[in-house]
Nanobody
């Protein structure tokens, strides 16, 4: 499955962005989906995950209460709504597709990755 992340951009602190991950080739509902991010000079880290049904979600502590992951099965997309953005949220954001929700925060569990979209939050 090919994943395409979009929606990144430049936003002021306190603002919002909505990232989207679209797929070609297969239905995203067949996969656990996750968002990861990598800031310059840092390792890639888990942001959020969602189960196949969309009924379970999982967030990193750093984004809990500010970010919301969701599925749109009709559009075959997964979104990450990011509110109350902080400068430390600045990173390249990647969507990924995997098979295990119990390991949703483990990037090694994801088989497919999008190309990343840059989010820059200015102070």
């Amino acid at each position: 499955v090919q994943l395409q992340a979009s929606g990144g951009g430049l936003v002021q602190a306190g603002g919002s962005l909505r990232l989207s991950c679209a797929a070609s080739g297969r239905m995203l509902s067949n996969y656990v989906m996750g968002w990861f991010r990598q800031a310059r000079g840092k390792e890639r880290e888990f942001v959020s995950g969602i189960s196949r049904s969309g009924g379970r979600t999982y967030y990193a502590d750093s984004v809990k209460g500010r970010f919301t992951i969701s599925r749109d099965k009709a559009k075959n997309t997964v979104a990450l709504q990011m509110n109350s953005l902080k400068p430390e949220d600045t990173a390249v954001y990647y969507c990924a597709a995997g098979s295990s929700f119990s390991s949703a925060n483990d990037e090694s569990e994801y088989e497919y990755w999008g190309q990343g979209t840059l989010v820059t939050v200015s102070s």
